[in-house]
């Protein structure tokens, strides 16, 4: 079964269920968490559409000055949550060209772990009855280390977080055919090959030395282990203590 979101405006949205647990217990649950880039082309049907997958929160991103306009239907609570600043300009001066890879979420990590728990914290104590979206623009990179880290923490084999961001690369390479930026050009089939063997060879080397657990305790938000892990797993939600449903669809 597909794990894309088929909503018109969203070219790269994903469920991060249905993805294969690393102890042999199945896969994350659909329909708790997606990822997708930013939501600003999206109509009432498209809002609605959320709405039906039974999202109910959004965590955006995105820095303060991409964001244009929400649109987001009342039933639907957003959060604001940047996870880097490109006013930095040590960091853009050394990242910059790599923002579009996963060769600079280490730096991210270090620079401003409290920006990415502000991130982590919507998505753990988000209510259990309702889905979470998390977006940045492109939904691919800055999303991306998000939903590394959740996937991480839910024990998902490594070939199946490398597999989230390689569609995530795939969707979003199509989309700049139509829609290029001078920043991150579209690839032909022939170029597309080697970039992602890049990138995804960056992916691996950071799970190589990164563990989410031990991160976010580290930096005293061990209390997020639990509800975080627990949103992508048949568990009960330990802050709500409610049973999330088993759901295959």
Do not use: K
Not at 124 to 139: F, K, S, T, W, Y
Not at 141 to 152: E, S, Y
Not at 168 to 188: C, G, K, M, Q, Y
């Amino acid at each position: 079964m597909t794990r894309a979101l088929p909503i018109t405006g969203l070219h790269n949205a994903w469920d991060l269920g249905g993805l294969p647990l690393d102890d042999s217990r199945g896969d994350t649950v659909r329909g708790r968490l997606y990822r997708s880039p930013q939501l600003d082309a999206l109509d009432d049907a498209g809002w609605d559409a959320l709405l039906e997958a039974g999202v109910r929160t959004v965590v955006d991103l995105r820095n303060d000055d991409e964001v244009r306009t929400t649109g987001a239907p009342a039933a639907i609570t957003v959060h604001r949550a940047p996870i880097e600043d490109q006013g930095d300009a040590e960091f853009m001066a050394r990242y910059g060209e790599h923002l579009n890879s996963p060769r600079y979420y280490p730096e991210v990590l270090r620079r401003w772990p409290h920006l990415v728990i502000g991130a982590l914290r919507p998505i753990a104590e988000a209510p259990a009855d309702g889905a979470v979206l998390i977006h940045c623009a492109g939904g691919r990179d800055r999303t991306g280390l998000i939903a590394a880290m959740l996937l991480q923490l839910a024990g998902v084999m490594r070939a199946g977080i490398v597999n989230d961001y390689w569609l995530a690369v795939i969707a979003t390479n199509f989309h700049l055919r139509e829609n290029p930026r001078p920043h991150d050009p579209w690839r032909s089939n022939r170029e597309l090959g080697p970039w992602l063997d890049r990138v995804t060879g960056e992916l691996h080397l950071f799970l190589d030395a990164f563990d989410a657990e031990a991160w976010l305790r580290e930096h005293g938000a061990g209390e997020l282990v639990a509800p975080l892990r627990a949103r992508l797993r048949d568990a009960w939600h330990p802050d709500a203590g409610i049973e999330f449903s088993s759901r295959s669809a």
